[in-house]
């Protein structure tokens, strides 16, 4: 990494479940194509642990370089989310350089729901997400469907917030904050009787 500049203009956050894998791997992809048109035609440098991090390297100093070293984050948001060390440290390290930034209404971080949102914790629910849980599989063959043909235009509109987001990211900080978060408890869920 050059002292000066950012590695990557996307940090890609979710929660790894190998039910999910090929659905985000595709999303991933599909983001990269779109955000590339939304640049000019410059391929955007996103971080994603899949094709990021290689074998032998220690990937929790890998995950702290490239979340200090990307421009926005772009995080799947679901109950389980929210339960993971990682993803939580993620998405408060760009809370935090948002408030270091001093950034109001609109900041780093494209949020997307995956599934739920009514047990998100207040400070992501206060936040509009683009939402994707209507596209949401398990398996694979979705993306041989009409909704994954409908999801295109979905991630059209995505990538061009997005790219908004790469283009307007401050200088690059080499002590942008890494925050070391705690997994939310989990919601009191009231059992219904059958």
């Known amino acids: 990494m050059a002292a000066n500049d950012y590695d990557y203009d996307v940090f890609f956050s979710y929660r790894r479940h190998e039910l999910i894998l090929d659905w985000t791997i595709q999303v991933v992809h599909r983001l990269e194509f779109w955000l590339t ?22 990937w929790p100093d890998k995950l702290r370089i490239a979340l200090q070293s990307s421009k926005c984050l772009v995080c799947i948001w679901s109950p389980s989310y929210f339960q993971s060390h990682w993803c939580v440290s ?85 002590d942008w904050p890494l925050v070391e978060a705690r997994p939310l408890e989990l919601p009191n869920v009231p059992l219904r009787r059958l």
């Open 90 to 174: 993620e998405w408060q390290s760009f809370l935090a350089r948002e408030q270091k930034l001093g950034l109001g209404t609109h900041g780093l971080i494209a949020p997307v729901r995956f599934h739920d949102g009514e047990y998100f914790p207040e400070e992501a629910a206060n936040v509009q997400w683009a939402d994707f849980a209507g596209y949401t599989a398990t398996t694979p063959v979705f993306w041989q469907t009409q909704r994954a043909v409908e999801f295109e235009d979905v991630l059209k509109r995505f990538a061009s917030s997005v790219a908004g987001l790469v283009r307007r990211a401050p200088p690059f900080q080499s």
């Open 37 to 58: 048109q939304e640049l000019g035609g410059r391929e955007p440098r996103i971080f994603f642990d899949q094709g990021s991090i290689e074998v032998g390297d220690r």
